[in-house]
């Protein structure tokens, strides 16, 4: 990883632990937001509707979160803009758009559609945690239809059917020594 990992405070998983859950966002567009700064540009220059996901590395996350929100993306609506931050590891960024959710208890996997500035739609771990990556989807995909306009997919659906996700739980990511 080519960016400074002490600009902010430490990660607190390895880094290179997580590399497969990260590429598995990116894979489906989602860019990173790695300080606060750049939490705050994406919201603030937001002009149509942005999806910002909270990934983690905890089970739910993997079993859940990230296959859902990437079926929800092969929908024929979905967001102008795809952004991830990592609890854990880029913990200052997190705790940055945590501040955009005035109302909303922190939580990680955590999902929102932003208007603007504005909170639209959340999808809270509460809202995740037992539930499939098609219940996920479903919930994603109604929002989208709601909020969004911009033609679907991210990826084609042959590229989408050839992504792999990782389906373990952080209890076994190590945790970051500096």
Known sequence: MARN???GRPPIYDPEA?????????AVGFEELLTPEDVDQ???????????????????AAGSARPGVALALQHTTIPDRLMTVFAGMERDAVDRLREYLVGYPPSSPFMVIFEGDKPVFVLQRMDIEGHTPQEI?????????KYCSKPGPSISPETFEELGFARFCGSKIPKFVA
């Open 42 to 60: 994406a919201i603030q220059n937001n002009t149509g509707t942005l999806l910002v996901v909270i990934n983690s590395v905890c089970g739910c």
């Open 5 to 7: 990992l002490m600009a």
């Open 137 to 145: 989807a479903a919930d994603l995909a109604s929002a989208f239809e």
């Open 18 to 26: 997580v590399i497969p859950m990260r590429d598995e966002l990116k």
